[in-house]
């Protein structure tokens, strides 16, 4: 079965770049597509983007502008960018497995990050 | 974006009741709506997946009823390991992915 483990700076300063990345393990990245889903008290659960191994993306449009997501296949590996941070962009990041046609059926164990100078 | 509302936001129950959650979106999504399990700390874990069919692994006292705005999640006999916060989420096509509040489920 697939495991995800996300990684990445758990301390960005406002209105620089969140960067995470998620490996993959147990599962070829090349078969499925992959999303970042958020989690704060404030928002709660938040979507954030998907990406197939092809390179195809989806991204919530609330967030559009300052999200960038990819994927390395030959890593096993995808990524999440995140410009312009600000104190609401503090949350714990995960990264999942998308099932056709669209609940995520594995995920990571979190990362926290906090957005603080 | 498709709002998702959940009831009640927190429940107490013995070990053994029937547990009913309730999830409404503002706008038909047929059956595309998934269940989520979460324990402090630790990431959600699919329950339920296209409104009715169980996730492998899961009890089957986990159930999962509903289509088109009303959905509900039935827990039939509660155990100690089910205390947890449970959320719904909307995956109806061409708008982003949606998720309810939550339903925190603690010891009566």
């Known amino acids: 079965q697939a495991q995800l483990l996300e990684s990445g700076p758990g301390l960005v300063k406002p209105s620089e770049t969140l960067s995470l990345t998620c490996t993959v393990s147990?599962?070829?990245?090349?078969?499925?597509?992959w999303s970042w889903i958020r989690q704060s008290p404030e928002k709660g659960l938040e979507w954030l983007a998907n990406?197939?191994?092809?390179?195809?993306?989806d991204y919530n449009p609330s967030l559009e502008s300052r999200v960038t997501i990819s994927v390395d296949t030959s890593k096993n590996q995808f990524s999440l960018s995140l410009s312009s941070v600000t104190a609401a962009d503090t949350a714990v990041y995960y990264c999942a497995r998308l099932q056709t046609p669209g609940y995520f059926d594995y995920w990571g164990q979190g990362a926290l990050v906090t957005v603080s100078s | 974006d498709i709002q998702m509302t959940q009831s009640p936001s927190s429940l107490s129950a013995f070990v053994g009741d029937r547990v009913t959650i309730a999830c409404r979106a503002s706008q038909n999504i047929r059956n595309y709506l998934s269940w989520y399990q979460q324990k402090p700390g630790k990431a959600p874990k699919l329950l339920i997946y296209s409104a009715s069919s169980l996730q492998s692994g899961v009890p089957s006292r986990f159930s999962g009823s509903g289509s088109g705005t009303d959905f509900t999640l039935t827990i039939t006999s509660l155990q100690p390991e089910d205390f947890a916060t449970y959320y719904c989420?909307?995956?109806?096509?061409?708008?982003?992915?949606?998720f309810g509040r939550g339903t925190k489920v603690e010891v009566k």
């Open positions: 990406i197939y191994h092809s390179g195809s993306t």
């Open positions: 989420c909307q995956y109806s096509f061409g708008t982003p992915w949606t």
């Open positions: 147990g599962d070829s990245i090349s078969n499925y597509y």
